[in-house]
């Protein structure tokens, strides 16, 4: 709007020093001056339709432009008629930008392709070796050997937590959703990590769970198995329970606990916390895998803690919120 009055403050000056010109032609030649002043008011007429018919093609092509943001993909083609030359330079300029966007856009998600193809392909190759050194480990029965077990089970989780970083956004991942038992999922990652609470002397309470939930099994089993991982990581002693409570999935340890400056942001990308960062083990990932996977699954999950007491993480199946405590 400024502009446009400074547009017609323009216009108005040049008319009044050109009828300031014939005026004063007119009284040096001892012409009557009003005769200056008729034409100058029909000049003044002709110039405010004209310029009134300009700000109305002006403000129906800024409305047509404003449309157009939210309009990426076919911007060029819905723009409004150019019939300047200057209109037409800059429809040329807008035409070229889209094409660049366009094409960066198009090598962007081909690079990305290229790096889930990547990790995926390497997470695969890296099992293989993995699996050789449990077959050779699984001839010795020693000490040395089922540590060096362990730190392969460690590798091999976080090769799997690649993949599932890189699946997780992934057009690719298929997610089935069907009725499953609790028991069942919650005893296959005990049973992984069975030979890591034998020697951390680290009791386990499971009770037994009766209940049925329509999830992703696998997606699930992840989320489980990365809570009893962190519950044995940050419990050097004492014990872990595993229970069903008021439609939740519990998992609880008497280990280090969280700090009540932490626990709001445990489930975000990164984010280590005091505990992380004074253990030296934490990548700041694991959690923020099982909130991301929890959300797509329609689960909610929920982490209480003191510190020097213990965690516990819930897991409510079924519910679709992310409650802090």
Sequence with gaps: MKKLWSSWGRWMALLLVCTGIFAASFALYHLPVAAALYPSALCALLLAGVGLYGGWKSRDKRKKLSALTSLPEDLTERLAEFDTQTDRAYRAILCRLTEQTQQLQQQMRQQEQERTDYYTTWVHQIKTPIAAMRLLLESEDSAFSRDVGEELQRIEQ????????????????????????????????????????????????????????????????????????????????????????????????????????????????????????????????????????????????????????????????????????
């Design 158 to 325: 976080y090769a799997e937590m690649v993949l599932t970083y890189r699946r997780l956004d992934s057009p690719d991942t298929d997610y089935v959703f069907r009725e499953c038992q609790v028991d069942k999922i919650v005893r296959g990652a005990i049973r992984k990590f069975a030979a890591q609470f034998i020697r951390k002397g680290i009791r386990l309470e499971y009770t037994p769970i009766a209940q049925r939930v329509v999830t992703d099994e696998k997606w699930l089993c992840f989320v489980v198995e990365q809570l009893l991982s962190n519950a044995l990581k940050y419990t050097p002693r004492g014990t872990v329970s595993v229970y069903w409570e008021q439609e939740c999935l519990c998992i609880r340890d008497t280990g280090i606990g969280i700090a009540a400056e932490d626990l709001p942001r445990v489930f975000d990308r990164g984010y280590t916390g005091s505990t992380g960062r004074s253990e030296q083990k934490a990548s700041g990932l694991g959690l923020y895998l099982c909130r991301r996977i929890c959300q797509n699954l329609g689960h909610g999950i929920s982490a209480e803690s003191t510190p020097g007491q213990g965690t516990l993480m819930k897991l409510a199946l079924g519910k679709k919120q992310t409650i802090y405590e």
